[in-house]
């Protein structure tokens, strides 16, 4: 299994640019989550999504960030404008039964877009 | 309060030293509780789960206070390959998804 992919795995962008994120789940997963991770702040969970829904979007910091995920292989976390402040990792997982576990209990994220914003 | 609260460390330890980390949760009718362990400039990924009765894997030995509201994560015979931030993740109720600790530090030392 090729595990969670994410793309661009580097991106510099000077303020105000637009900014987008790319995720593809690991197949048959179908909880997707976006997290940012900062020194300063830790890991935030921004928004997840199950069966494509958005459940809880309670941690997307303000109408700047929008994501979408318009299918079961796809999810797109976007930023415009950006801010420097927007700089860190994003990180994308998802979720899917393993033995007993239930599907949004054990997460698989994948490797990280770095993000930094000028 | 924070949701779930950890020590940030660093601890450093000489190898085979056992060395323990305390995790504190908020929230009493949180149902699933986990470590996670991140390596630097890495995503984060699952050590293992951590269940009422506690648990062990190898050198890991996970256990959970509901009374007192704590997990704790046991390292034995630390080797310089555990040095990473372990991460105390919980899951609450309802939709919550997983909230993440911000981690404690280890740094193994030869």
């Known amino acids: 299994d090729a595990g969670v992919i994410q793309s661009p795995r580097h991106e510099v962008t000077e303020m105000g640019q637009e900014v987008t994120l790319r995720c593809k789940p690991i197949s048959g997963h179908n909880s997707l989550f976006w997290y940012r991770q900062t020194m300063m702040r830790g890991l935030e969970l921004l928004i997840y999504?199950?069966?494509?829904?958005?459940?809880?979007d309670s941690g997307m910091p303000e109408d700047r960030f929008s994501a979408k995920m318009p299918n079961a292989s796809f999810s797109t976390l976007k930023i415009q404008p950006s801010e420097p402040r927007d700089s860190a990792v994003y990180f994308c997982?998802?979720?899917?039964?393993?033995?007993?576990?239930?599907?949004?209990?054990?997460?698989?994220f994948g490797p990280g877009t770095r993000l930094t914003v000028l | 309060r924070k949701e779930v609260e950890q020590d940030p460390g660093p601890f450093n330890v000489p190898e085979g030293a056992t060395v323990a980390f305390n995790c504190t949760y908020s929230n009493s009718a949180s149902q699933s509780f986990f470590w996670y362990r991140q390596d630097c400039r890495k995503e984060p990924k699952l050590l293992m789960s951590v269940y009422s009765s506690g648990n062990e894997d190898g050198r890991f030995t996970a256990q959970l206070n509901r009374a007192s509201q704590y997990i704790s994560l046991l390292i034995r015979d630390s080797k310089l390959s555990d040095s990473a931030t372990y991460l105390c993740?919980?899951?609450?109720?309802?939709?919550?998804?997983?909230?993440f600790g911000s981690g404690t530090r280890l740094q193994v030392q030869p």
């Open positions: 993740v919980v899951k609450g109720t309802g939709r919550r998804a997983l909230t």
């Open positions: 999504f199950n069966n494509n829904v958005p459940i809880d």
């Open positions: 997982a998802s979720g899917g039964r393993d033995g007993l576990v239930r599907s949004t209990d054990t997460q698989y």
